[in-house]
């Protein structure tokens, strides 16, 4: 990853600090492509317009330009496995082979740090707020998942029921989502988690909540995602990784920013259910 970078260092000469500062980038490089230039400053104990002036010595007109060059670099020969192939033994295979050629700590770090970049970069907080508000103010509010999708929906409804009343998960044994969702109505509203491969259940439950009125907080991996047509909210958020599965990690950052939203509308109204939880948690030991 750092070979290029070693090139362009060894035809221009350093100062000790920036000699410091190429030392940190080389040892760090996936980190360096993501971390602001206070925080190199900071890390190695030098003044942030140090690293500005490292970069200008190596031609770039700032840091910005520097970290966008070995970003690209980087996320070229880290490439993740495409995120249109959705089967995971498909995936499996081409995955193999990127990670016998790469260390496999910095890949994932460098995918999952995209990740949690493209939460950011593609979904305003005016889309936060509305999705908070949307949920906030529904009667009832069922969480709709499935398989892999259930670790976030299952943190989704611990969080919500102690923010709100009236929340729902969809999944039983006895009873499917069609089940839970036979008469909701249109102040209801379902969030629904989805992600390739898109499960038709989910499609369908969408559906069915759609045509009731009901209002639908999606959130999944694109704006063109199967669900997206009715959804009334869309978050969107990658699950790229360098393996046969998804990786969930920027799933559920946007989960749980989107509950920090639903807590600052609330304020202080969810206190006393707090302290009643805790009061007979504490009891046996839960917290």
């Known amino acids: 990853m750092t070979e290029e970078l070693r090139a362009q260092l060894m035809g221009v000469k350093l100062t000790k600090k920036e000699k410091l500062i190429a030392d940190f980038i080389l040892d760090n490089f996936a980190e360096a492509c993501f971390i602001t230039s206070t925080e190199i400053a900071k890390r190695i104990h030098v003044s942030d317009s140090s690293v ?57 770090f460098s995918n999952v740090m995209q990740n949690l970049n493209s939460c950011i970069n593609r979904n305003d907080t005016i889309d936060f707020e509305r999705a908070a508000s949307l949920i906030a103010g529904s009667k009832r509010k069922f969480i709709v998942t499935s398989r892999a999708n259930s670790c976030i929906g299952d943190m989704l409804l611990l969080l919500l029921k102690h923010l709100l009343p009236d929340v729902y998960e969809t ?66 958020v990658s699950v790229d990784s360098n393996t046969f599965f998804n990786s969930y990690v920027a799933v559920l950052f946007t989960m749980e920013l989107l509950c920090s939203f639903i807590s600052k509308k609330m304020g202080y109204s969810t206190e006393a259910k707090l302290e009643l939880i805790d009061k007979y948690l504490s009891k046996v030991g839960l917290f």
């Open 171 to 236: 999944s039983h044994p006895a009873l499917n989502v069609i089940d839970h969702l036979c008469d909701i109505t249109e102040n209801d509203c379902i969030v629904a988690v989805s992600f390739p491969r898109y499960s038709e259940m989910d499609f369908l439950a969408t559906q069915m909540a759609y045509d009731a009125g009901a209002k639908i907080i999606l959130i999944t991996d694109k704006a063109s995602s199967p669900l997206a047509q009715y959804a009334t909210q869309i978050l969107t």
């Open 52 to 108: 500005i002036r490292f970069t200008r010595t190596l031609g770039y007109s700032g840091f910005m330009e520097f970290q966008r060059a070995i970003r690209k670099a980087y996320t070229e020969r880290m490439n993740s496995v495409s995120d249109h192939i959705t089967i995971p033994s498909e995936r499996l295979k081409l995955s193999i082979s990127k990670l016998d050629q790469s260390d496999i700590v910095e890949s994932y």
